[in-house]
Nanobody, 127 residues
Framework: QVQLVESGGGLVQAGGSLRLSCAAS??????????MGWFRQSPGKEREFIAA????????YYADSVKGRFTISRDNAKRTVYLQMNSLKPEDTAVYYC??????????????????WGQGTQVTVSS
């Protein structure tokens, strides 16, 4: 089992920044590589891909809506993945989830490919 815990959400004004963290614990992945992703979901909408990366390869992917504003990164020693969010907009308001795909080394944008999810953290951007 893998446990993922997000933190760092909150209320911010438009144009501001937040950094989300996702700490992984549990199952040991020594010698293997797995992909990590960030998704978000607003009321009445489907879960939306935001960003993803290979755990140790450094390959990253972004949704067009956040490209140039958000940055995904990781600290392998801390087993933590980050999402730096800059120039936030009211439409970025959502619950943000991190997820782990333990079956693939390369990240994908498909939520059903991820087998472990955090509980989510609320991000609210005021206008």
């Amino acid at each position: 089992q893998v446990q993922l815990v997000e933190s760092g959400g909150g209320l911010v004004q438009a144009g501001g920044s937040l950094r989300l963290s996702c700490a992984a614990s549990g199952r040991t992945f020594s010698g293997s590589r797995y992909a990590m992703g960030w998704f978000r979901q607003s009321p009445g909408k489907e879960r939306e891909f935001i960003a993803a990366m290979n755990w140790s390869g450094g390959s990253t992917y972004y949704a067009d809506s956040v490209k140039g504003r958000f940055t995904i990164s990781r600290d392998n020693a801390k087993r933590t993945v980050y999402l730096q969010m800059n120039s936030l907009k009211p439409e970025d308001t959502a619950v943000y989830y991190c997820a782990a795909d333990t079956r693939r080394s390369m990240p994908t944008m498909i939520p059903r490919n991820y087998d472990y999810w955090g509980q989510g953290t609320q991000v609210t951007v005021s206008s």
